[in-house]
Nanobody, 122 residues
Framework: QLQASGGGLVQTGGSLRLSCAASGRTASNNGMGWFRQTPGKERDFVAS????????AYAESVKGRFTISRDRIKNMLYLQMNNLKPEDTAVYYC?????????????????WGQGTLVTVSS
């Protein structure tokens, strides 16, 4: 089970840190990812991280602004979001990959958190 938190309302240029707690079956040997979704649109890839944190990947739209990280001991996943823009407004979901690596494809993920809303005001 994945539980995302940390969303909220922030002004343009502000920062937020999202957290995702994995309970029950551990995710420490799985890649993890963050996706986001706005009403009427597909769930879009944001960032992913491999099982040991050694490999990360980002959507072009967030490169240089967002940082994904994880704490395998605490079974936690994080997304540090800086210099937020109105177009970052969305519900953000954390997810556990079926593989040890992360992936930009939603079909690679077998478990999803409930989502946390991020709203960036202009």
């Amino acid at each position: 089970q994945l539980q995302a938190s940390g969303g909220g309302l922030v002004q343009t240029g502000g920062s937020l840190r999202l957290s995702c707690a994995a309970s029950g079956r551990t995710a420490s040997n799985n890649g993890m990812g963050w996706f986001r979704q706005t009403p009427g649109k597909e769930r879009d890839f944001v960032a992913s991280i491999s099982w040991n944190g050694g490999s990360t990947a980002y959507a072009e739209s967030v490169k240089g602004r967002f940082t994904i990280s994880r704490d395998r001991i605490k079974n936690m996943l994080y997304l540090q979001m800086n210099n937020l823009k109105p177009e970052d407004t969305a519900v953000y979901y954390c997810a556990k990959s079926r593989y040890a690596s992360g992936s930009s494809s939603a079909t690679s993920y077998v478990a999803w958190g409930q989502g946390t809303l991020v709203t960036v005001s202009s």
